[in-house]
């Protein structure tokens, strides 16, 4: 069946560094990958998401890049502070005007702790 | 314009018993869209109502079931519960453009004694 798998489980970095979490889907009909962060208590959030028509795309420190060939796409967090801490999911799902919408599978979730 | 709701926001049942989630969509969104969360499991889809049909269905058992309103307000319910239907429940509501942003709710955490 389908599935999205999510890399890491768990991710400390330095304030200031780098993050990036990988994500692989097995449908290759997909079309929509969105990222939600949770933080603790509180509802999921859509941060980023993409289409399989682009390659990436950004929104200040957040960027998601695809890989349709390799069915993979990832978010990278720059410059990282305090508040990013949260657990991060993927998600990936068929979704078209009118369609008959396929159901979304999420990843595992990541979760972020950035170090002080 | 309002959030997603949902009632209650905390449930305690015992086994056997049956129960009944609410949630009501941001105003002028169709799709409601139903999650189970729990920390072993993640994120589980459960299933998505778009104009009062269910369009699509997760791998959860018959005991689920959901129904969604003619203004979009959609119900879950959860008969005969077992100890491992104990989870924070999700509804997410969106357009159903090809925008499909999808906003949640603050969920419902059903605790089955």
């Known amino acids: 069946g389908e599935n999205v798998e999510q890399h890491p489980s768990t991710l400390s970095v330095q304030e200031g560094d780098s993050a990036v979490i990988k994500c692989t889907y097995s449908d290759s009909a997909s079309n929509y990958f969105p990222w939600y962060k949770q933080e603790l208590g509180k509802r999921p959030q859509l941060i980023i998401d993409?289409?399989?028509?682009?390659g990436e795309k950004k929104d200040q420190r957040i960027a998601v890049t695809l890989n349709k060939t390799a069915k993979h796409f990832s978010l990278h967090i720059t410059e990282t502070q305090p508040e990013d801490s949260a657990v991060y999911f993927c998600?990936?799902?068929?979704?078209?005007?009118?369609?008959?919408?396929?159901?979304?599978?999420f990843g595992s979730g990541t979760r972020l702790s950035i170090r002080p | 314009k309002a959030g997603v709701t949902q009632t209650p926001r905390y449930l305690i049942k015992t086994r056997g018993q049956q129960v009944t989630l609410s949630c009501s969509p941001i105003s002028g969104h169709r799709s409601v869209s139903w999650y189970q969360q729990t920390p072993g499991q993640g994120l589980q889809f459960l299933f998505e109502?778009?104009?009062?049909?269910?369009?699509n269905k997760g791998n959860f058992p018959g005991r689920f079931s959901g129904r969604q309103f003619s203004n979009s307000r959609s119900e879950m319910n959860v008969s005969t519960l077992e100890l491992g239907d104990s989870a924070l429940y999700l509804c997410?509501?969106?357009?159903?453009?090809?925008?499909?942003?999808?906003?949640f709710g603050p969920g419902t955490r059903l605790t089955v004694l």
């Open positions: 109502y778009f104009s009062e049909t269910q369009r």
């Open positions: 993409i289409r399989s028509n682009v």
């Open positions: 997410a509501s969106s357009l159903d453009t090809q925008t499909d942003t999808q906003y």
């Open positions: 998600a990936a799902t068929q979704r078209g005007y009118y369609s008959s919408a396929s159901k979304i599978i």
